[in-house]
Every structure is written in C-alpha cells, then in structure tokens.
C-alpha cells in the first residue's frame, strides 16, 4: 500500500482514510467474482429525483438510486456462461449486496 500511495498521491489520501477505519476485510478468493459484477453493474443502475428540503427553505432533488435491473444481471451472467444453478446464485449474491448499498445510501441521504 506504500507503494500504491508514493505513485498515486490521490491514492494517499484514500489510504490514509482507510487506516483511520482500520483493517479492511479481504475478500475469500470465490468472492470476487460477485463483487466485480457488482461494481460492473452498479454504474447501469436507474436513478430517480428525489425531492429534500434545504435549510434555506428550498427544495432541491438528489438522484436516489434503484436496483440493479435484472437484465443487466442477466446478461452479465450470460457473458460468464453462467449454468441454471451458478445463476441463481449469482442473482442472488448479487441482489444482496444490491439491497444492502441501497440501505446504506437511504440512511446517508437522510
């Protein structure tokens, strides 16, 4: 991580905010395949406005994000050659970190 932080000064910072949270967990080597996917599929998400009240009195509206669309999954899952099985797993996997995200940005909008 030394390393990492003396090429990329960006990186430093990150770093340095990561330290002060402590250890970050590693991911089991099987893991990685649904937390690549999902990071690859967050970013297709749909986004809906939201209005939220501002202490001036306005009103401003911030993009609330939805579920991964299902099509999205399934055709990622297709590109893998994912069988019956592997897929229901993989939706499932990946519907569960889809659903936790969702409650963490809910609480952080709030």
């Given at each position: 991580?030394?390393q990492?932080?003396?090429?990329?000064?960006d990186?430093?910072?990150?770093?340095t905010e990561?330290?002060?949270?402590?250890?970050?967990?590693?991911?089991?080597?099987?893991?990685?395949?649904?937390?690549?996917?999902?990071?690859?599929?967050?970013?297709s998400?749909?986004?809906?406005?939201?209005?939220?009240?501002l202490?001036?009195?306005?009103?401003t509206?911030?993009?609330?994000?939805?579920?991964?669309?299902?099509?999205?999954?399934?055709?990622?899952?297709?590109?893998?050659?994912?069988g019956p099985?592997?897929?229901?797993?993989?939706?499932?996997?990946?519907a569960?970190?889809?659903?936790?995200?969702?409650?963490?940005?809910?609480e952080?909008?709030?």
């Open positions: 991580m030394e990492l932080a003396a090429e990329e000064p990186a430093a910072i990150l770093l990561v330290a002060a949270q402590g250890e970050a967990p590693t991911l089991l080597p099987w893991c990685w395949i649904y937390w690549k996917a999902w990071w690859r599929l967050h970013h998400r749909p986004r809906d406005p939201m209005p939220k009240a202490p001036s009195g306005g009103v509206f911030i993009m609330q994000p939805r579920r991964i669309p299902w099509r999205d999954m399934d055709a990622y899952a297709r590109r893998l050659s994912l099985d592997e897929w229901a797993l993989f939706e499932a996997v990946l569960k970190m889809d659903e936790e995200y969702l409650a963490f940005w809910a952080r909008a709030e």
